[in-house]
């Protein structure tokens, strides 16, 4: 067995040779699937200096630290990666920013008590009833997109980036017209607790975020004064009948879905569509045999998943795949690199719409984690692949090697998604 002594690296400084990291840049997204494989093979528990995590990538080694909640605790699953710099912590302060986790990095008993209480109202009936409102909005948006003279678009900006947000405002009784300002409060919340910001360059995410906190404790009072048909309406009843849910849990539970629910959701459309455009057999295959969809976006959050890793902090000594974590280690689960394993999934570099096993990826965690909103998530995605394949069948990716990603510890979103189509 590997301790926690053996696998710290040395340095230069100490007289020893810098470690090797087999290729792999934590905030580096456009393809880190080679430097996943090299270390599934060679060092699936990895000890990184450079962001002080345990990098684990093997997938059962993954799916065990998230089904053992009791020894690696979920509490720095929002922690911002690097430290927020004074004058952040100043506006963050001045502003009444007391934001904390809706669900992710809550531990039970409080996560079994506010879960509960959410999975009440955040109801597979609530959510199936938007499906004409969301087919309607997609067709919308690629009938508008193809009216372009050009005839080129971008998926992300023209389709994704909008789907989700409009869905997810609706879903909490919010004008969509505010689809801007969200998505610039999302693009700050992910910023500021995923990525890799100088002190300086965290200010104006700074403000943004005591914007949307501050909105978010707006739409609780609103609840409380006017009710409504809508999720955060249906916890303020809930609370109202005796459910055991503060405002700021709800106000939390706002701050983290409002996000989860559009900018994740964003990227899975985007990322399917990219996928299945890149393979052009394959998506023949799905306009001649549509049931195959919700396999297609399965094997989609399989090879890439808008969420490639997520945290967790050991509460005791522990061993994970032959290497012992101390007390208080942290990790860092590669379920970008878990759902290639080949140990599960046969040739799993390769995307294959009909593998038979999809749907054991770990893109939306396991265990009592797993992702509240994942139906919602994918019954998005299936309406979009659906309407594409009626409206839009013949577009093409213009330049599918200089698509990019944003530099992120966690997501995985692509810039943009550039199309063309004949007239």
């Keep these: 067995m590997t301790t926690a002594q053996d696998q710290t690296p040395t340095t230069a400084a100490t007289g020893g040779c810098p470690v090797a990291h087999h290729g792999y840049e934590p905030f580096q997204q456009n393809d880190p699937f080679p430097a996943y494989r090299s270390l599934r093979a060679e060092e699936p528990v990895m000890y990184d200096e450079r962001i002080g995590y345990w990098v684990v990538t093997r997938y059962e080694d993954v799916k065990a630290v998230f089904g053992d909640w009791e020894t690696f605790s979920s509490e720095n699953a929002q922690a911002p990666v690097r430290e927020r710099g004074p004058e952040a912590k100043r506006i963050m302060e001045e502003g009444g920013f007391t934001a904390y986790s809706g669900l992710s990095a809550r531990v039970p008993p409080e996560h079994t008590r506010i879960r509960g209480i959410v999975q009440k109202a955040f109801t597979p009936r609530r959510y199936k009833a938007l499906e004409p409102f969301i087919r309607d909005n997609v067709a919308r948006l690629l009938e508008r997109m193809l009216e372009r003279e050009d005839r080129t678009g971008d998926l992300v900006r023209d389709l994704a980036y909008d789907v989700p947000t409009i869905t997810i405002l609706t879903l909490f009784g919010e004008d969509i017209d505010q689809i801007d300002t969200f998505k610039r409060w999302s693009d700050s919340r992910g910023a500021m607790t995923w990525g890799d910001l100088s002190d300086e360059e965290q200010i104006p995410h700074a403000h943004n975020l005591v914007e949307y906190w501050q909105k978010c404790l707006g739409m609780v009072e609103k609840a409380h004064r006017e009710g409504g048909d809508h999720l955060v309406a249906d916890l303020v009843k809930a609370q109202e009948a005796g459910a055991e849910i503060t405002d700021h849990e709800i106000a939390s539970v706002c701050y983290s879905l409002l996000f989860a629910g559009h900018e994740t959701t964003t990227t899975l459309i985007s990322n399917t569509l990219r996928m299945l455009l890149s393979h052009p057999g394959q998506w023949r295959k799905l306009q001649e045999e549509p049931k195959k969809i919700p396999g297609a976006v ?82 998005q995605t299936r309406i979009t692949v659906e309407e594409t394949l009626r409206i839009a069948p013949h577009l093409r990716l213009s330049d599918p090697d200089a698509i990019t990603f944003g530099e992120n510890l966690s997501f995985r979103a692509p810039v943009a998604v550039p199309v063309i189509w004949e007239s």
């Design 298 to 379: 399965e094997e989609v959050l399989r090879t890439s998943p808008s969420i490639v890793a997520w945290r967790r902090k050991a509460l005791r000594e522990a061993e994970v795949g032959g290497v012992t974590i101390p007390e208080g280690g942290q990790l860092l689960l590669v379920m970008g690199s878990a759902n290639r394993d080949e140990a599960v999934f046969e040739n799993g570099e390769e995307f294959d719409i009909d593998r038979p096993n999809s749907r054991e990826h770990l893109a939306f965690g396991y265990g009592i984690h797993y992702c509240l909103g994942n139906m919602l998530a994918k019954l």
